[in-house]
């Protein structure tokens, strides 16, 4: 029943910005973990970025100084870009991580949008 749709992305110059943008539907907790991930071609998929309610943001080291992450609303999460750079050229996947005592966590995921860092 939930669905992630992400929006905003596209292509872009080296040292230019983005704003990547997860809309959330149905039932959304306010302890869920939201994030983004990123898939280069041809590479596995990494965390990039994730936030929860009442906890402050995690940034992989590489975008840390560079990229923000918001949780404008218990449904909404949005991914701040700005110097980018041509690695950081990716497929960008909103995540929402559900964590569940005795048993196996859940992930929902995004259908992806993609970012491109080129002259």
């Known amino acids: 029943q939930v669905q992630l749709v992400e929006s905003g992305g596209g292509l872009v110059q080296p040292g230019g910005s983005l704003r990547v943008s997860c809309a959330a539907s149905?039932?959304?907790?306010?302890?869920?973990?939201m994030g983004w991930y990123r898939q280069p071609a041809g590479k596995a998929r990494e965390l990039v970025a994730q936030?929860?309610?009442?906890?402050?943001p995690w940034l992989e080291s590489s975008v840390k100084g560079r990229f923000t992450i918001s949780r404008d609303s218990k449904n909404t999460v949005s991914l701040q870009m700005n110097n980018l750079k041509p690695e950081d050229t990716a497929v960008y996947y909103c995540?929402?991580?559900?964590?569940?005592?005795?048993?196996?966590?859940?992930?929902?995921w995004g259908q992806g949008t993609q970012v491109t860092v080129s002259s």
């Open positions: 995540n929402v991580w559900r964590k569940i005592i005795g048993g196996s966590d859940i992930n929902y």
């Open positions: 936030i929860v309610t009442g906890g402050s």
């Open positions: 149905g039932n959304i907790f306010s302890s869920d973990y």
